[in-house]
C-alpha cells in the first residue's frame, strides 16, 4: 500500500515568508509525528497527534510554528516569518502502534 | 530528560568486515529502543527494535540487544555489504504514545 508521502518535497524560501509543509499519512494511521533533521540539532521530535488533537506539542521551536490535523488524516506545519535557522529537512510519521512508525520521504527547507 | 548518545564516526569498513555502532542512553522508566536506517536518497526505515530489557532485535543481519545494565543498545553485523552504506540512527521511545528521542547518527561505508 501507499506510504507516507509528504510534499512539497523541496522548498526555497525568502526569509520572512510564510510556509506550509503538508503531509499524508498511511490510510488509517491514528498517530502523527513532525520532526525536524538539521546539521546543527540532529533529528528532533516537533509534535504528536493522536486523531485531530496534538497533545504533546513540546518540540515546537518557536510560536512562529503550527500544525494542524483534519480528519484524522492530512497533517500541515506552517511556519511564519521564516528564518535561516528554519532552514532543515522537516519528516512526517504516522503509526497504528506506537512502536512503530513509518516515515515520509522528508521536505527539505531552505530559507535564503 | 532523555537522551541518546551515539558513536558518531564516519565508519569505513571493507566489505565482509564485523560492524560495531555503540549506543547509550539515558531515560526514566523502560523505554523501547530503536536503529533506524536511511540509505543515500530515501527515507527512515525502522532497521530493528527491542521493548524490554534483554530483548534482542534483528533484521537482515543486523542485531541489537537491549541492556539495562549498561543502557546500551549497540548495533552489529557480522559482515557487512557495499548496499549497508547509510546513515543508521539509534533511538529511544520513552513515552507510552512513541515520541522519539534520536542520536546523532552514524555514516557508514563500505567499500568493495
Known amino acids: 500500500g501507499a506510504g507516507v508521502s509528504q510534499s512539497p518535497s523541496n522548498k526555497v524560501t525568502e526569509k520572512g515568508k510564510d510556509v506550509e509543509l503538508r503531509c499524508d499519512p498511511i490510510s488509517g494511521h491514528t498517530a502523527l509525528y513532525w520532526y525536524r533533521q538539521s546539521l546543527g540539532q540532529g533529528l528532533e521530535f516537533l509534535i504528536y497527534f493522536q486523531g485531530n488533537s496534538a497533545p504533546d506539542k513540546s518540540g515546537l521551536p518557536s510560536d512562529r510554528f503550527s500544525a494542524e490535523r483534519t480528519g484524522g488524516s492530512v497533517s500541515t506545519l506552517t511556519i511564519q516569518r521564516t528564518q535561516q535557522e528554519d532552514s532543515a529537512v522537516y519528516l512526517c510519521?504516522?503509526?497504528?502502534?506506537?512502536?512503530?512508525?513509518?516515515f515520509g520521504p522528508g521536505t527539505r527547507l531552505t530559507v535564503t | 530528560g532523555d537522551s541518546v548518545t551515539q558513536m558518531e564516526g564516519p565508519v569505513t569498513l571493507s566489505e565482509e568486515a564485523f560492524l560495531t555502532i555503540n549506543c547509550t542512553y539515558t531515560?526514566?522508566?523502560?523505554?523501547?529502543l530503536f536503529w533506524y536506517v536511511q540509505y543515500p536518497g530515501e527515507g527512515l526505515q525502522l532497521l530493528l527494535k527491542?521493548?524490554?530489557?534483554?530483548d534482542k532485535g534483528s533484521n537482515k543481519g543486523f542485531e541489537a540487544t537491549y541492556r539495562k545494565e549498561t543502557t546500551s543498545f549497540h548495533l552489529e553485523k557480522g559482515s557487512v555489504q557495499v548496499s549497508d552504506s547509510a546513515v543508521y540512527f539509534c533511538a529511544l521511545g520513552g513515552t507510552s504514545y512513541g515520541k522519539l528521542t534520536f542520536g546523532q547518527g552514524t555514516i557508514l561505508t563500505v567499500h568493495p
Open positions: 527491542a521493548t524490554k530489557a534483554d
Open positions: 510519521a504516522s503509526s497504528f502502534r506506537p512502536d512503530e512508525q513509518y
Open positions: 531515560a526514566t522508566g523502560y523505554p523501547s
